[in-house]
């Protein structure tokens, strides 16, 4: 199979990672993934905090997630699964496109991430803990630019459980016109 489209078919969310740190080689290419990411009008207006999984603002934002839903139904993982890295996609927030440029780039660098051999997640319960009454305080800790809000994170490390690709139902998903 062609290497782009077995990357494709074979990604995964990975739920459970290695302790073993990303090298800055490995972590710089999945960077420039998200960098090569086509954004509306060529904007590139999204920004990517790049955080160590040790970093004390995961936690954080953890518990900011988890006071919000109530700590007794928190799940028992953290939002990133222990993963080495996470990456926090912010964009502007009178930007039409940067929820969707947002998205784009982290499925580049989610496909990236599988054609290296490590596994990602990306991670979207964590927009009312970021966006809430905690957000100027975190956009600073995240060092997004001025007028920035998170549209989606992306969790990545080496896969320590394997998770089969979805499976879909194509005929009802897709229509042809003629
Ligand atoms: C926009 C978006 C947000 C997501 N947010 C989360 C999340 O917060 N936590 C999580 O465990 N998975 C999250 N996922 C992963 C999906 O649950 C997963 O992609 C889906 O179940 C399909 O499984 P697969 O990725 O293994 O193919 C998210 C995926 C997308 C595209």
Redesign the pocket.
């Known amino acids: 199979m062609n290497e782009a489209l077995r990357a494709i078919t074979e ?5 459970g990672y290695q302790k073993e740190k990303i090298a800055p080689e490995v972590l710089e290419q999945l960077i420039k993934a998200g960098l090569e990411a086509p954004t509306a009008a060529n904007k590139q207006e999204i920004h990517f905090s790049v955080i160590d999984g040790e970093a004390a603002v995961l936690q954080e934002i953890e518990d900011e997630k988890n006071r919000g839903f109530g700590l007794e139904q928190a799940p028992p ?1 953290n ?1 990133y ?1 222990d993963a080495p890295t996470v990456i926090i996609v912010s964009g502007d927030k009178n930007f039409a496109w940067s929820e969707l440029d947002a ?1 784009i780039a ?2 580049n660098i ?1 496909i990236a991430a599988q054609a290296l051999g490590l596994g990602s ?6 927009k009312n803990a970021l966006r809430g009454e905690k957000e100027a305080e975190f956009a600073k800790k995240l060092d997004y630019p001025e007028g920035y809000e998170y549209k ?2 992306i969790a990545l490390g080496y896969k320590a459980t394997e ?4 499976t879909y139902d194509r005929d009802k998903q897709v229509s042809f016109i003629q």
Request: proline share 4%; aromatic share 8%.
């Open positions: 990604r995964s969310s990975t739920r993982n939002f699964y998205g982290v499925e989610a997640l990306i991670i979207g319960c964590v989606i994170a998770k089969e690709p979805h």
